[in-house]
């Protein structure tokens, strides 16, 4: 399985951006999708993770500021990210689970100015 991230980008202290996620030629329905992230200098961390009946955790650090959604059809994903702070600047990667199994995509490189 190949998943497929986009959107980071350069944004200002309070901006917006939405990163997506999808998984290429896969037919199968992942039982969670999420997001995670690498801070400069630190290890990956946990951002937030979406089930495949809908229910959502966030990071203590995102919540009320970033939103996941997805497209089960699709095996797509997204990470809403409002008000950003130069924290938020990160290397962003989508993850899947399918059963025992755990994919991850490349990352999507994303950065906060003050």
């Known amino acids: 399985v190949q998943l497929q991230a986009s959107g980071g980008g350069l944004v200002q202290a309070g901006g917006s951006l939405r990163l997506s996620c999808t998984a290429i030629?896969?037919?199968?329905?992942?039982?969670?999708m999420g997001w995670y992230r690498q801070r400069p200098g630190s290890e990956r961390e946990f951002v937030a993770v979406?089930?495949?009946?809908?229910?959502?955790s966030y990071a203590d650090s995102v919540k009320g500021r970033f939103t996941i959604s997805a497209d089960n059809s699709e095996n797509l994903v997204y990470l809403q990210m409002n008000n950003l702070e130069p924290e938020d600047t990160a290397v962003y990667y989508c993850?899947?689970?399918?059963?025992?199994?755990?994919?991850w995509g490349r990352g999507t490189l994303v950065t906060v100015s003050s």
């Open positions: 993850n899947a689970v399918l059963g025992r199994q755990n994919f």
């Open positions: 030629d896969s037919v199968f329905r992942f039982t969670l």
């Open positions: 979406i089930t495949d009946g809908g229910g959502t």
